[in-house]
């Protein structure tokens, strides 16, 4: 899979899918974390071990999400 881009909010994000699953997220080069996506009963709930704010997380998840449909 390619990397691609988002845009969440003022945020230009670079997205590039690693193995397993795994997304490196990108802003302006510098690499801001990975993130990746588990299941949760029948949700969906994206996931960091990097210093990540959980809602931030989760709202790059949604649109790694929508970009992959």
Same mark, same amino acid.
């Given at each position: 899979?390619?990397?691609?881009? %988002?845009? #969440?909010?003022?945020?230009? #994000? &670079? %997205? *590039?899918? #690693?193995?397993?699953? #795994?997304? &490196?997220?990108? *802003? ?9 996506? $588990? ?13 990540? $704010? ?5 709202? %790059?998840?949604?649109? %790694?999400? $929508?970009?992959?449909?």
């Amino acid at each position: 899979m390619e990397p691609f881009d %988002i845009q #969440l909010l003022e945020s230009h #994000l &670079r %997205i *590039e899918p #690693l193995d397993n699953g #795994l997304y &490196r997220v990108m *802003e302006e080069g510098n690499k801001l974390g990975v993130i990746y996506a $588990e299941a949760n009963g029948d949700q969906v709930v994206w996931d960091t071990q990097d210093e990540l $704010e959980k809602d931030f997380v989760q709202q %790059i998840g949604e649109l %790694i999400t $929508e970009h992959n449909m």
